[in-house]
């Protein structure tokens, strides 16, 4: 077996243990808990105004099945799992009798653009001016932009979306303060609906983006600083290879594969800052869902959110582990 | 440890500023031990006053003064904090010095275990521990339960550091002379591992603090408990941004982000002091 078989059979591995666990632990958290969801469940729903006796006995058997009621502990866990395969996650309450799986696939695009869209800007970003202040240290404007990312770093994803929400939805009115879209533009792929997107997703993307470059920067001027010493690159500038060859093929080019690795470790920890960003700019995807969920008393919705975004992560940490054989030729050598 | 900190505040300018923010906001939070108001009763001054002589940082809309209510909120955000801190490292040490030490089998099992730790999303499942504890969900549990989930990236730094220490003299010579296990990572070891501890354990408590933060101001947490985020929950309560009583909000984030800048200005010079190469660059050492 090669170096790269392996490689791919352990992240696998890894993979299948991740999902495993996550909804393992969504299961237990929700069954070992004291109160009983489907009695709570349905004290939520008949405060909203559902009193058809009848239709309260189906929630009632949906919901036992929902939560595996029937049979002991095991037989629960693998009918929970079984529903997991099928992404049935029975009905919502809130939104009775839509099915939670299809709220969940309406809210998940606007989740996944968002997060894609802001974690390729902050990678992108955050790398070239790292590496930029690492290699020229005496650069006098990288250090005040260095300066400027550094004192944003700590501050956390829900201050810095309502400090943009503040200077430029209330005070000056620039873009819109909530929402994905304009309302009354159709869904669909032309350009009226996608500008209205970006225009709409500019805030939230910007505080997901200002939060997270300082991570990246951070490390990348060290990396850099650290490998700008180093043997190769000493010889090479004394053997005169031009100085843009060098940081781009002998500094920046090393430096970036830990940063790779760093890129699938922060995907859950950056779906965490999604949640409550979507929340503050009223952004119509998958953590709003949740939060929504949690407020109307929603068992299914909460559970079916909650397991749908430990595999999506799970899954965005697996696509990044294989093609990181791409980036690091070490990994097919060896 | 003592003289490392007094050498520091004189030599590193960076140690000193956020030595002295992190110090300033611990003493005022401290000072609500003596606040004039008894118990933070609600509606006790007249409500919207803005910040004046008679009350620096305004009342809010609940009768209080935003100046005590501040200085009690960040007491117990930041003692949320260190509860989270210190469990998280207790996990993070003997993990990361267990792993890196035994390595082998032992080693493999750890680290499978942290790296799916560090693939799941802790929001959503902080949600979902508080989604079935409701009201059963008290701060001493919510910090358990953070500390469950943030020990992970810091443990396999700690373990990259014993793994160094594992092949080192001084190891071999206390293995020979018939020193435990145990003993070698807590006498030999944990000094090396030390720095370390600190300079994640800034960054644990940025992090605690920002998740407590987020959890109150949505909602999620005992919101008759003063917390920073708490306020900035009861101020969106009140529409305070929409009407105005912007003293209300600006004060817990200004109060937050100075001492988030403290303890990162803290975190970043350990890390150089850790870090000799960083150091040697700063002093002009190596070209």
Known sequence: MNTLTAYILKRLGQFVFVIF??????????????????????????????????????????????????????EQYINFWSRVIRADFGPSLSAFPT??????????????????????????????????????????????????IMTINPVPHYFIGLILLIMLGYVFPLFPISGGAQMNIPTGFNWAFISSVLYHGFLPALSLVLAGLGGWFIGMRSLVSNIVTDDHVIYAELGGVP??????????????????????????????????????????????????????GDYSLVLGVTTISIIAVAVSVLLIDLLYPLIDPRVKLE | MFTVIGSLLRHNVEFLAGFTLTVLMLIFAALHFWTPYPGFSLYLLPPDMPPSGQYWFGTDSRGQDVLWVLSEALWNTLMFG???????????????????????????????????????????????VYFVLRENMTWQMLAICAALLGWTYDSRLIRSVTISLRTREFTRHGVFSGMSTGRILVREHLPYVMPIIFFTAMNNLIWAISLEVTLSVLGFADSNRPSIGGMIYWANQHQAV????????????????????????LAMSVNEYVDPRSRLDRMGGAG
């Open chain 2, 242 to 265: 929409i009407s105005g009583i912007w003293w209300w909000i600006a004060f817990p984030i200004l109060a937050v982000v100075v001492l988030f800048l403290g303890l990162f200005m």
């Open chain 2, 82 to 128: 260190l509860v989270v801190t210190i469990l998280s490292r207790l996990i993070a040490i003997s993990v990361g010095m267990v792993s890196g030490y035994l390595g082998g089998r032992a080693d493999r099992i750890l680290m499978s275990v942290n790296d799916t730790f560090i693939a799941l999303p802790n929001i959503p499942i902080l949600l979902l």
């Open chain 1, 243 to 296: 100085g843009r060859k060098i940081f781009s093929q002998y500094v920046a080019r090393n430096a970036m594969l830990p940063q790779f690795t760093g890129l699938a470790m922060q995907i859950g920890q950056i779906f965490g800052g999604t949640v409550i960003v979507e929340f503050l700019f009223n952004y119509p995807g998958m953590g709003r869902l949740l939060i929504q969920g949690i407020y109307r």
């Open chain 1, 21 to 74: 666990t996550g909804v393992t632990l969504a299961f237990f958290i929700t069954n070992l808990s004291p109160v009983d969801p489907v009695e709570q469940s349905l004290t939520q729903l008949t405060s909203f105004g559902a009193s058809d006796p009848r239709a309260v006995q189906m929630m009632r058997d949906s919901l036992a099945e929902l939560y595996g009621l029937q049979g002991n502990l095991f």
């Open chain 1, 99 to 148: 099915p939670v799986s299809t709220l969940i696939l309406n809210a998940a695009p606007w989740t996944v653009g968002l997060l894609l869209l802001s974690i390729l800007i902050t990678f992108v970003l955050g790398n070239t001016i790292g590496a930029l202040a690492g290699y020229f240290r005496k650069s006098r404007m990288l250090r005040v932009l260095g300066l400027g």
